[in-house]
């Protein structure tokens, strides 16, 4: 859940930055921006196919671990931050993998510590970064 934290505030706070005068011409300009450089444009498409396969994943992994109201979290994700509503439905399908597996604690190793330890640097790293623009 903390990850989903981050997320939320790494990417609300740089709506605060965007001019709003109205929905249409807020998203308007928010995909000109987005595609304005061939640097956004490669995370862009990056980020869009990954958010396919991990809709995918959501929706058939949802089915199988009998989660309900899956589609909260897709919309959430697609209206909202995808880095927010991802890690939420994480975890709330870790909490109810261990409510239907009695006994399951199989604990992690170094290796899988280490790779959550990097991902969890890299997300505090861009939130601090999304911090920085806006107050400074």
Same mark, same amino acid.
């Given at each position: 859940y903390a990850l989903a934290a981050v997320g939320l505030i790494g990417t609300q706070l740089q709506i605060t930055r965007m001019p709003f005068s109205? #929905? !249409? $011409?807020a998203t308007k300009q928010f995909w000109i921006d987005v595609v304005s450089s061939p640097a956004s444009l490669f995370l862009t498409v990056d980020l869009l196919v990954l958010s396919s396969v991990v #809709? &995918?994943?959501m929706f058939s992994e949802a089915r199988r671990c009998k989660i309900r109201f899956v589609w909260i979290y897709f919309l959430g994700a697609l209206f909202v931050a995808i880095s927010f509503f991802v890690p939420l439905y994480m975890g709330v399908r870790q909490r109810h993998l261990r409510a239907i597996e009695q006994g399951f $604690?199989?604990?992690?190793?170094?290796? $899988?510590?280490?790779? &959550?330890? !990097?991902?969890?640097?890299c997300g505090l790293a861009a939130t601090i970064y999304s911090i920085s623009t806006v107050l400074g």
């Open positions: 109205n #929905f !249409i $011409d #809709f &995918v994943w $604690d199989t604990p992690l190793a170094v290796s $899988d510590w280490v790779a &959550v330890l !990097i991902a969890v640097a």
